[in-house]
């Protein structure tokens, strides 16, 4: 996917690079894309999409996810490093979750899914495949996945995306807003940290020089 067009999950990842790895990071998306413009798509896709799919299908009360990861598995043996551990980090979040809140949680099945636009710079942000709950009769959780193993989600970085989150997504409070470091099993909140007012000056400099940066292998 071109950074003009962009997950948040993999923008935030770029926001939290060191500077060497970033930009190693933008040449390799450039050349990707001009690779897949001249040869086509290359088959597969998000190397993420069956695990949050199962892990959706498990809060929703579905199969298990430890079976389930196990059968994604031994579809591609190239899952069996990181589907274990997002297993595990995702059990940790979700079995303490169930834990703590003494009301029924359950699976709300309509997608949620958006985009915030930053007009000067031509580029979008996609807010897509949450996690959606409703907690109890009338309290809701709406929970947006960071996959990577490195750099782990970092408080500032959480506090960027769940700003871009609310303007995404401007029809759903903020406070139900949640994003989740999955292997960590950690998810962050605005009541934890609590936007300050500069999200959105911090989030289009911070994406400004990103794409400035991935515009210029295409010269």
Known sequence: MSLDRVHLRKLLKLFMMKDNLRSTAI???ASALMKKQDEGASPGGDFHVPFWKDAKS???GGRDLREASAEQI???WRREGLYPRLTDGFLAWWNEKRRRINENISAL???IKSSHGFAQIDGL????NLLSLQIGDDRFRYVYPYFSDKPALTPEAARLGLWLMSKALPDYAVADMR???VLRGEAFSVDQHPLVG???EAFELRYRRILKEWREHFK
Do not use: Q, S, Y
Request: aromatic share 0%; net charge negative; proline share 9%.
């Open 58 to 60: 498990h809060a929703a």
């Open 109 to 111: 099945p309509n997608p």
């Open 125 to 128: 942000v996609k807010v897509e």
């Open 74 to 76: 031994e579809k591609n």
């Open 179 to 181: 994003i989740l470091d």
């Open 27 to 29: 040449r390799a998306d």
């Open 198 to 200: 500069d999200e959105e």
